[in-house]
């Protein structure tokens, strides 16, 4: 199991890589643990998730090759 | 009601004052119009200090600001009378001083169109994926943020 994580914004000098595949998170809430203890400057960072374009507040369940995106605060226009 | 295919809104570098010119021109035959409101966002040499941008690189999730954005059209053609509503934005590197977004909405009569241009306008900035990054003169950058 396995999901295709996309990176956006300021969140990227974060994580220093705009994609990157993640295995073995089952949820959302996996995710951001997995994301939190890989990269602690994350949790103090405002950002909201896209499962394959949706942006789910809930934890939700996560599918194999499922693409989830972290989208930090919009700055369009 | 059949599916269609979101419209690319988006386009590499600036947007030219040519193309903007030639998008009103094309309007000419369409006859019922009677209004139309244009907004034009402009890349602001913002200071910040002794700093002062010189640019924005823009970014986007494309594939998710374009369902959003077709959601967003969806809903302003459903609220205004509208003739036709179009909008650009730029990707890439932006310098201050030149057009990075370009709405364009046509109506019978002039109400119509500015509030709906208006609410495009709004509902864009708040709602699209999309992220600038404020090179400075001195090649140090910040990201921007929507006030």
């Given amino acids: ?77 | 009601m059949q599916e269609k295919k979101p419209k690319n809104i988006f386009v590499q570098g600036a947007i030219a004052a040519s193309f903007i010119a030639d998008s009103i021109q094309k309007h000419k035959s369409q006859t019922g119009i009677g209004g139309h409101s244009i907004f034009l966002g402009q890349v602001r040499a913002d200071i910040m200090g002794e700093k002062k941008v010189a640019s924005i690189e823009y970014t986007a999730y494309e594939e998710m600001a374009l369902e959003i954005m077709h959601i967003i059209r969806e809903a302003i053609f459903a609220k205004y009378p509208l003739t036709c509503l179009h909008v650009h934005h730029s990707l890439g590197n932006i310098a201050a001083g030149e057009i990075c977004l370009f709405v364009f909405a046509s109506s019978a009569h002039r109400k119509a169109a500015m509030d709906a241009c208006g609410e495009t306008v709004e509902r864009l900035k708040a709602e699209l994926p999309i992220w600038g990054k404020e090179l400075f003169e001195d090649e140090t950058y910040k990201w921007k943020e929507n006030i």
């Fill in chain 1, 1 to 77: 199991m396995e999901i295709n994580l996309i990176i956006f914004g300021k969140l990227i000098d974060i994580t220093g890589s705009a994609a990157m595949t993640i295995k073995n998170v089952a949820d959302t809430a996996q995710l951001n643990e997995q994301l939190h203890s890989r990269y602690p400057a994350l949790s103090s960072y405002p950002y909201v998730i896209a499962v394959e374009q949706e942006i789910v507040h809930a934890n939700t369940p996560l599918k194999n090759k499922d693409t989830v995106a972290l989208l930090p605060p919009y700055a369009g226009g």
